[in-house]
């Protein structure tokens, strides 16, 4: 991740400081903080250049999901909860307040198959019900 390659944070701060270890506090502490400001500008500018809505990572996990929610068929129980059918499991989804009875919407917070079918039949974008820790904002 930072071209550090280690067994733990230690060593993984020993390697980075080796030609600094002896200096003086201030300039030790000078040297950390030059190093970790580059590796956050460098990581501001990969995220910068992300087009998706979604980190790398959670955009990988996301996309199987709309694939899987085809062919599920929804029906609105009331403004805001729906039921979804199809596939192994039915689920009962909020759109609210964001949940799924199938439980991976409440722990993800990244919407689940049941969710994803619910958005469409809704015509609410899926990537709104995405938790704001998962955008690249």
């Known amino acids: 991740m930072y071209n550090i390659t280690t067994k733990n944070m230690v060593e993984s701060l020993n390697s980075m ?50 694939a899987q929610s085809n062919g599920r068929h929804t029906s609105q129980l009331n403004p805001v909860t729906y039921h979804v059918k199809g596939g192994e499991l039915k689920g009962v ?30 015509q609410v974008s899926v990537y709104s019900l995405v938790s704001p820790y998962y955008t690249k904002e």
């Open 17 to 66: 400081l080796v030609n600094a270890i002896d200096f003086p506090y201030v300039a030790l502490l000078n040297v950390i903080q030059e190093k970790m400001s580059k590796w956050w500008n460098d990581r501001r500018i990969v995220a910068m250049a992300i087009t998706a809505p979604l980190t790398p990572n959670r955009e990988s996990e996301f996309r199987p999901r709309f």
């Open 93 to 122: 989804v909020d759109i609210f307040n964001k949940t799924c009875t199938c439980k991976d919407f409440d722990i993800d917070k990244l919407p689940c198959v049941h969710a994803i079918a619910v958005a469409y039949h809704a």
